[in-house]
């Protein structure tokens, strides 16, 4: 164990997110995705029985942001549902993150198939024990460092 470390950061985790660089994508997806298919050769790893606000919380707890695009993180659209709608898990998900964001940020709605698509593009996938349908995320890194000397 380390101090400061949330619990649910195993080294496997940890060392993954290490290894990503600027702009690098990872999905935290729920325990109906289809990750296996998707990971093609990417790491995936597993959160059995942590909901998403638990894991998002604790990968956030040390992940930065991206600061230079607009939409650092994205959410799969439920399929069906009127433009704009949002889940209560999700709604419940991009509360804890939006405090993250820089002013002109905002997260990005995904279409399901398009979501698939980004998700092959991705460093990794976290398959957590969420059971909420559409419960998919996906968060770009940033970095941490100091501002550019003149």
């Known amino acids: 164990m380390l101090k400061g470390i949330n619990p649910i950061l195993s080294p496997d985790l940890l060392k ?3 290894e ?3 702009d ?3 999905v935290l997806v729920d325990a109906n995705f289809t990750a296996v298919r998707l990971a093609q050769g990417k790491p995936l790893l597993r959160l059995p029985g942590i909901g ?3 894991a998002v919380r604790a ?3 040390v992940l930065p942001l991206v600061a230079d ?3 650092p993180v994205g959410f799969m659209q439920v399929s069906g549902s009127a433009e704009g709608y949002k889940s209560a898990l999700q709604r419940e998900v991009l509360a804890l993150l939006e405090p993250s964001f820089l002013p002109g940020q905002s997260a990005q709605a995904i279409e399901r198939y398009a979501f698939y698509e980004r998700t092959r593009q991705a460093y990794a996938i976290v398959v957590t024990g ?3 349908p559409f419960g998919n995320f996906l968060l770009r890194k940033g970095v941490i460092g100091e501002n550019l000397r003149p």
């Open 59 to 61: 990968v956030t707890s």
């Open 24 to 26: 690098d994508a990872i």
């Open 130 to 132: 969420e059971m909420q």
């Open 52 to 54: 998403m606000v638990q």
């Open 20 to 22: 990503m660089g600027h």
């Open 69 to 71: 695009e607009s939409y």
């Open 16 to 18: 993954v997110l290490m």
